[in-house]
Structures are given as C-alpha cells and as structure tokens.
C-alpha cells in the first residue's frame, strides 16, 4: 500500500492550477463549477474475476477500471496489473490520464483500470485466463467510441491481444442477436478499442518505445529553454519498458546515463552504462543489480549497487524517475542533486516534495507532459485502426516529435505567462482545453 496517497496528491495538484486558472481572465464558463467535475471520476467499474489456477483452484481478483472525464472524447489509458493497485490509485491515473490527453492535445478523455496482482507469481496460462477474465468483463464499458484502454505497468501487446479477443468474441455475440455479422471492416475498428497491441495485431509502429522516445523530445526541448547544455548524465530509477526505452534514447542523443534501476535495486557506473547491454545482463540474471554494463563487456571492477533511495541521490544532472508513484517524497526530495528531473513515471513527485524542489531551483518536467509520447502514439494507433492505416515508423516518429514539441512549447510558455512552475502550468494548459469542451 502507497502511504501517500496518490488521489490525494492529484487533488492538490488540481487545486493549485484551478487557483491559477480562477485569477486569469480566461472565458471558460463557470470555473469553478467544472472543475468540480473534476474531483471525481464521472463512472468506477469494479470487477470481480474468478480465475482457475494451474492445480485446479479458484482464485478471486480484484479489478478496476475508471472513467474519470469523456469532455475531449472517449476515456483512454492503461491497465496496470501491480499487487499495490487500490481504487484511489486508479482513480489519480485516470485523474492524470485525462490531463495528459489534453496537454498533448488529443482528442481523449481519461482513464485507467488496474487488477490486485503481482503477475510475477502468475504461470503464462494464468495470466492469460485473467487477461481474458479482465477484458469480459469490462467490454460492455469499453469501445472505439467509449473507452480505449492500453498497457501499464506490467501489461503488454500480448495481454492487449488476449483482451481483444474477449472484448470482439463479446461484440460478435451482441450482432449476432441483432441478426448482423461484423465485417472485416467493423473487426479493424473494434480492434481500436484497445492500443499498444502487437503490430501484426493492428498495433501502431513506434509505439512500444512511444514513451521513451516523447520524454527525450521534451527533454531537448524543455533543457533548451532552460540553457542546460554540455556533456549531461543522467540517472533513470525503474526498467521496465518505460525506463529502459528512455534511458536507450538519452544515450543515443548523447546523454550519459550512469545508472538504472528496477525494484530490486540498481547499478551506478560514473563512466556510463549500456542500456541494451544492461538489459541483455538484467534477462539473464532475472534482476539489474550486478549488471555493471559499459562498452561491450559486463566489467564488475567500474560499477557499484546502489538503493533505490540512493540513485534519486546522486550527483547527476537528469534525474528520471520512470517506475511509480511517490518516489520523490518530502523525505528525500532536499537530497535530489539533479538539476532537472523528467517525471516518465506516473505521479513519481508528491505534491510536498514538489515545493522543496521548486525552492531548491529543480524544474520538474511533470509526467502528464513529459510521458505523454505513449498515449500520442495510442492516439495514432487508434486513428489508423479507424482508417485501415499503417503508417511507416518514421511517419509515427515525425508526429511524435511534432506533438511533443507543441506540447513542451504550450507548457513553456503557461508557465512564463502564469510565472508559475511547470507542473501547474501543464495542468493548467490541460484544463484551459478541457473546460473549453465541458457543457457549462
Ligand atoms: N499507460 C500509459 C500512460 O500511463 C499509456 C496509456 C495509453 O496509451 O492509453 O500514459
């Protein structure tokens, strides 16, 4: 369980830029009022979900999915499979998924599920009888035009197929009383409803390392503004796919990262690691620590393990937290050395370690705006799906590039005309676009 809780968090995030917002003279209708819609989810869906286990038991789990605000358009975001998932959880990723659409100005709402699991205990077969529990369960909910769920933490192109299959299985039986039967056409756009799927699956090149690879753009473009140049490094705490990605990213832009992370703990090499490498080490042992990768060979005499705790300590100048919620806390965040921090996780800063920050002269590139790539490119993926497209990588890439550095500018410039930090200029840019869809 988070001793924080995020839900909370995400609420004083929204309460600083409402009060940013109220003291502009903007035209959004009643303020006050719609924001108000936006303390809490507009429909939670609790699932229950017996699973047959591999001896032949019955195990019963817990899942969520929450619709937090549809005003852009359908709710859209991940399914997190994690043993520490609670309801207020899902509620402030939902919250921030619908901030994120609207900093990167896609035409989506918010949302998120999550399932009580830590799949790591799972077999392959239980995993997939729960995915598919999962994606019977919410399909009456979800849609092209309703709700668009993707991969999170610890889901994937595999799992999202598994869903798909359920949720078109579910839709075929609906036509079926309606004496229709779903053309190919209709299966393409049914498929929409969920991205990050694999790509011979109707999923989206580029998406994958989409994460990754929008944090570098904004990255580039926010150190610009800030005149941070030179030889930089950088430390990433989590390796999942997020943190791997972009710590492959900031090498190949020339950005030395000199350590990585996963649960268990991780390596600190000042001379530089090698993310694939790294990777290539942490498959092979089951976890990073030991792995001191640099060059082409796995050297145990340049490398030393580091705490969690202690890589948001060291004396880089990037610090990424790219694995979960309250990382940065009021208890470290005076020790953070880093001279910018680029949020890849969801929620990784609270809202009290933010203003220690703020007062120490640490810009923070807040999540909503900095891993906003992923959701861009599941934009992308269920636009193509819609319109029997494939796009090339590199056309993927180009659109990326172009959203991230609108969304960086727009969030730049919000918080040089606000004079305020960039986490509550890039809520208050998402809001400026969402109370402007709201009905008053
Ligand atoms: N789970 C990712 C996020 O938190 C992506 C969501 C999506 O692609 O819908 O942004």
Redesign the pocket.
């Known amino acids: 369980m988070n001793a924080i809780n995020p839900f909370e968090s995400a609420m004083k995030q929204l309460a600083k830029a409402h009060k940013v917002l109220a003291g502009s003279k903007k035209k959004l209708g009643n303020i006050d009022q719609k924001v108000a819609r936006l303390r809490e989810p507009q429909r939670v869906i609790n699932v229950t979900l017996p699973v047959m286990m591999d001896d032949g038991s019955q195990r019963l789990f817990q899942g969520y999915r929450v619709q937090f605000n549809n005003a852009k358009g359908p709710y859209?975001?991940?399914?997190?499979y994690h043993h520490n998932v609670s309801l207020d959880e899902v509620k402030a990723?939902s919250f921030?998924?619908a901030m994120?659409c609207a900093v990167a100005d896609l035409p989506?709402g918010g949302g998120?599920g999550g399932i009580i699991v830590d799949p790591k205990t799972l077999s392959q077969g239980e995993l997939e009888r729960l995915s598919r529990a999962y994606g019977k369960a919410i399909a009456d909910v979800i849609g092209p035009d309703t709700d668009?769920?993707?991969?999170?933490?610890n889901t994937n192109g595999v799992i999202m197929g598994w869903m798909v299959e359920e949720f078109i299985a579910s839709q075929k039986i609906k036509a079926k009383v309606l004496g229709k039967t779903l053309t190919k056409k209709d299966i393409l756009k049914l498929k929409s409803t969920f991205?990050?799927k694999a790509i011979t699956n109707g999923g989206s090149e580029g998406?994958e390392e989409a994460?990754g690879l929008g944090g570098l753009f904004v990255l580039q473009a926010i150190i610009k503004k800030l005149k941070l140049s030179g030889k930089l490094t950088a430390a990433v705490q989590g390796f999942g796919n997020v943190g791997y990605n972009v710590a492959k990213f900031l090498e190949e832009a020339g950005i030395m990262v000199v350590a990585v992370s996963d649960s268990k703990g991780g390596i600190y090499v000042p001379e530089g690691i090698n993310p694939a490498l790294t990777l290539d080490c942490k498959k092979k042992n089951g976890y990073l620590a030991g792995c001191y990768c640099s060059g082409s060979v796995c050297d145990l005499k340049k490398g030393r393990q580091v705490t969690n705790n202690e890589l948001l300590e060291l004396p880089v100048d990037i610090l990424v937290p790219a694995a979960l919620e309250n990382a940065i806390t009021a208890e470290n965040a005076g020790k953070v050395k880093a001279k910018v921090v680029l949020e890849m996780a969801?929620g990784p800063t609270t809202p009290e370690a933010d203003t220690i920050l703020y007062k120490k002269g640490i810009p923070v590139i807040p999540d909503i705006l900095s891993?906003?790539g992923?959701?861009t490119?599941?934009?992308f993926e269920w636009e193509q799906n819609r319109k029997a497209a494939h796009w090339t990588k590199a056309q993927v890439n180009k659109k990326l590039a172009k959203k991230m550095a609108d969304a960086a500018g727009a969030v730049w410039e919000a918080s040089v005309m606000y004079k305020t930090d960039l986490r509550t200029a890039a809520f208050v840019v998402a809001l400026e676009r969402i109370l402007a869809s709201m009905k008053s």
Do not use: E
Request: hydrophobic share 40%; proline share 7%; net charge positive.
């Open positions: 859209k975001g991940g399914i997190r990723l921030w998924m994120k989506l998120k668009v769920p993707a991969p999170d933490v991205t990050g998406r994460t969801n891993n906003s992923g959701v490119v599941s934009a």
